[in-house]
């Protein structure tokens, strides 16, 4: 299967920790999204990448949250000093440079529960 | 970017057709109408896009009427494992990078 994966699918950490989950896009896919959802509702955008660039984030992408694709390939999401308000369904998505769509392809997600 | 209203949840039996509607009285120019189905634990997956009129692939049918305002995403025939969370996305797709901004979707429930 080629699809996009992430790791890990399941994270419980502390308050305070800091966890880092990695995504590997579809090959050749230049385009990386990183979503987070909560129970009850859907995706909500974090940030983008295209090959290596970082071109966008949210504002829900506090100074906690960091992100980096180094060499345009797999991507990793890191936050620091974990809050219980973090805890959520973590979701990489990869496109690629054109498509008619716009589809996005998504990983099965990271878990992460904070205690 | 244009708000969508969709149900909540919906109700259906296998074999029965669905039709799921979504509002966006908001729409642009230039936006698409695009859904997304999601099942427990998996991450969106693309299902149908389209602009106006009728698109039909292999897994459902997008009805458009000519105002754009809403769109009906139809599922024929639905069985147990059609069961999932079903967004509606309105945006426009033409930029490279475009974020899908999702609302809370309308979870379907198959029944045998």
């Known amino acids: 299967d080629t699809g996009v994966s992430q790791d890990p699918r399941h994270k419980i950490t502390k308050r305070g920790q800091n966890v880092t989950f990695r995504c590997d896009p579809i090959s050749e896919h230049n385009r990386l999204y990183w979503y987070r959802q909560t129970l009850g509702q859907g995706p909500e955008f974090l940030t983008y990448f295209q090959n290596e660039a970082q071109l966008e984030k949210s504002r829900l992408l506090s100074d906690r949250f960091s992100a980096e694709r180094p060499k345009g390939s797999f991507s990793t999401l890191e936050i620091q000093r974990t809050e219980q308000g973090d805890s959520a369904m973590y979701l990489c998505a990869s496109s690629p440079g054109q498509t008619p769509y716009n589809e996005q392809f998504f990983g099965p997600g990271t878990r992460l529960t904070v205690l | 970017l244009a708000k969508t209203t969709q149900p909540i949840s919906m109700d259906s039996y296998e074999g029965q057709e669905v039709n799921i509607t979504c509002s966006h009285n908001?729409?642009?120019?230039?936006?698409?109408i695009t859904w997304y189905q999601q099942f427990p634990s998996q991450g969106p997956r693309f299902i149908i896009q389209?602009?106006?009129t009728k698109v039909t692939n292999e897994v459902a049918s997008l009805f458009i009427p000519a105002d754009r305002k809403s769109s009906t995403l139809s599922l024929p025939r639905v069985s147990l494992s059609d069961t999932a969370v079903y967004y509606c996305?309105?945006?426009?797709?033409?930029?490279?990078?475009?974020?899908?901004?999702f609302g809370k979707g309308t979870t379907l429930s198959v029944s045998s």
């Open positions: 908001n729409i642009a120019t230039n936006d698409y």
């Open positions: 389209g602009y106006k």
């Open positions: 996305l309105v945006g426009d797709v033409g930029g490279p990078g475009t974020a899908l901004i």
